[in-house]
C-alpha cells in the first residue's frame, strides 16, 4: 500500500508551483483534449506496473540489470514499422549480450511509446531574425520554425497518445509473434557494425547461445517460453502534468499511471515543494529520478523521502547524469547520504546528458569515450562503497544516425552533418550502442566472478 497522505489526488499538484509546462493558448482546447484522452483504454495494465516494481527490486539487490534507452524525443513521423523495429532490435541485442555476461536477467525498458515532451532551457528561441516559442517536443508543437506551427496545440496530446498505442501495438506483436526468439538471434542483423572484432565477439556469443539452447532442448526440455519471447516495458518522463493526470486510474484503493510502465522525473522539475514531486508521491508506479551534478545529498534524501515515504524496494530509481569530469567528485557523497539513510533504491547511470556539447557550427553532440568513461566510473565508485550499478539509461537509436563522436565507427565533428537527425539530443547509433553492451557485459562479467569468490 502506497503511504500517501489522504489530502493527495490525481489533481493535487495543481496549487504547487510547477516548472516546465507550455503556455497552452486556449484553455477550453485543452481540457477538451485531456477529456478525450481521459476517455481513451488504457496504455499499460497494473499488473504489468507490479510485475516492474518487483523486477526493480530485484535489480537493486544484484538479481537483474535495467537496461533503459530509446529516443531523446519521440517523433510522430517516426511511428513506422522499420523505426519500431530497428528501436526494439538493438534492445534485444543490447538485452543478448549483458544477460550472456551477467548471468542474470535484464530488466528491458524503452524509452518508447510516450517520450514526446522536452524540456528546454528557454521558453523562446531566435530562427533566422524572429522569435519564437522554443520546440517542446511533437505533443506539444511542431519543430518547422514558424510561428503558427510553434504554437502549443493541445490536440498533439491526443495525436500522442494513439502514437503511444500503436507503438505498443507492434511492440507487443513483434514480441508475442516471435521476434525475440533466442533459437533464432542471428535474424537480428548486425547491419552496419564495421569493427570486425566486436562483429566476431558478438557472433561468437550468437553461436555459444545456439549451442547451450540445443544442448537443453536435446536432454527433453523443450517449449520453454522464456526462449521465444521477452518482457518489454515503456517509459517516458512525466513532464506534462495535464496529460499524465488525464492517464491516472484508480485501481482498487490505489492510483496508477496506465500511460507507461515507468516515469521519470527530470533534473529540471524534481524541486521539493513543487508540482512534479506532488504527482509522482501518489502514483504506484516505479519512478525515476534524474540526479545531476547541482544536487545535494541532503537535497536527495528529502526528495526520495517526498516521493516514497514508505521506502518500498522497487519504487525509486536514482538516474545519475552527472558527466565524465565530475562524477568521481560528486557520485559518491549521493550514493553516501542515500545509504545512510537506510533508502531502498536502484541506481542507474545516464552517461548521456553530462557529456553534451556543442561543435562550432552549433550541433549538439556527445563523445563516445566520455560516455565510457562515466559509466565505468559510476560502476567503479558503486563498488568502492559497497554497492552496485543496478542498472543503465541511454539516448540511443537502431539507426545508423551521426549525432555522437567516436565508438567503433570512429565518428568525427566532420561526420555529424551525414546522418544529423535527432529533433533535440544526439543518441548513440546502434554500432556504439553494441559497443557499450559488450563493455558493460565484460564490467558485470568481472562483478559476477569477484561475487562469487
Not at 541485442?93 to 555476461?101: E, F, K
Not at 542515500?338 to 549538439?364: F, I, Y
Not at 535527432?422 to 554500432?431: I, S
Amino acid at each position: 500500500m502506497s503511504d500517501t497522505s489522504t489530502n493527495w489526488t490525481p489533481a493535487s499538484w495543481r496549487d504547487r508551483p510547477i516548472q516546465q509546462q507550455p503556455p497552452w493558448p486556449d484553455a477550453g482546447a485543452l481540457q477538451t483534449a485531456l477529456n478525450e484522452v481521459r476517455a481513451l483504454p488504457p496504455l499499460v495494465n497494473h499488473g504489468e506496473v507490479d510485475a516492474l516494481r518487483t523486477h526493480l527490486a530485484e535489480a537493486a539487490r544484484g538479481k537483474a540489470f535495467l537496461l533503459q534507452g530509446g529516443d531523446c524525443a519521440e517523433r510522430f513521423a517516426d511511428c513506422t514499422k522499420s523505426a519500431i523495429e530497428a528501436k526494439l532490435k538493438i534492445l534485444l541485442q543490447m538485452s543478448l549480450v549483458l544477460t550472456w555476461g551477467a548471468r542474470i536477467p535484464v530488466i528491458r525498458v524503452g524509452r518508447m511509446a510516450g517520450q514526446f515532451a522536452k524540456p528546454r532551457s528557454s521558453d523562446t528561441e531566435t530562427i533566422d531574425g524572429t522569435e519564437m516559442p522554443s520546440y517542446r517536443g511533437d505533443n506539444v508543437n511542431a519543430i518547422t520554425p514558424d510561428l503558427a506551427a510553434r504554437q502549443p496545440d493541445p490536440q498533439r496530446l491526443v495525436k500522442a497518445y494513439h502514437h503511444s498505442a500503436a507503438t505498443l501495438n507492434y511492440a507487443r506483436a513483434l514480441v508475442d509473434g516471435g521476434f525475440a526468439d533466442l533459437h533464432h538471434p542471428q535474424h537480428w542483423d548486425l547491419g552496419f557494425v564495421r569493427s570486425q572484432s566486436h562483429r566476431a565477439e558478438y557472433e561468437d556469443m550468437v553461436e555459444r547461445i545456439r549451442d547451450a539452447i540445443d544442448f537443453l532442448e536435446s536432454t527433453g526440455v523443450r517449449g520453454t517460453g522464456a526462449l521465444r519471447t521477452v518482457e518489454l516495458f515503456s517509459s517516458h518522463e512525466g513532464l506534462l502534468l495535464d496529460y499524465e493526470e488525464a492517464l491516472t486510474e484508480k485501481v482498487g484503493d490505489r492510483h496508477y499511471n496506465l500511460g507507461a510502465h515507468f516515469l521519470w522525473i527530470g533534473d529540471r522539475t524534481r524541486n521539493l515543494g513543487d508540482a512534479h514531486l506532488e504527482y509522482f508521491r501518489g502514483i504506484e508506479n516505479p519512478i525515476g529520478i534524474k540526479v545531476g551534478k547541482q544536487m545535494q545529498p541532503k537535497e536527495l534524501v528529502e526528495i526520495i523521502n517526498a516521493v516514497e515515504p514508505a521506502n518500498r524496494p522497487g519504487r525509486i530509481t536514482l538516474i545519475s547524469r552527472i558527466g565524465a569530469a565530475d562524477v568521481r567528485e560528486a557520485l559518491p557523497p549521493l550514493i553516501a547520504a542515500v545509504r545512510e539513510a537506510g533508502q531502498n533504491v536502484a541506481w542507474s547511470c545516464d552517461p548521456m546528458h553530462g557529456n553534451t556539447t556543442t561543435t562550432d557550427s552549433g550541433l549538439k553532440t556527445r563523445d563516445y569515450d566520455s560516455i565510457l568513461a562515466e559509466l565505468e566510473a559510476a560502476f567503479e565508485l558503486h563498488a568502492e562503497q559497497s554497492g552496485q550499478l543496478a542498472g543503465v539509461h541511454f539516448e540511443l537509436t537502431g539507426e545508423d544516425v551521426t549525432e555522437c563522436t567516436g565508438g567503433p565507427q570512429e565518428l568525427s565533428e566532420a561526420d555529424l552533418s551525414r546522418s544529423y537527425e535527432t529533433y533535440c539530443d544526439p543518441r548513440l547509433n546502434y554500432a556504439q550502442s553494441l559497443e557499450l553492451a559488450l563493455r558493460i557485459a565484460q564490467r558485470l562479467q568481472t562483478r559476477r566472478r569477484n561475487g562469487s569468490r
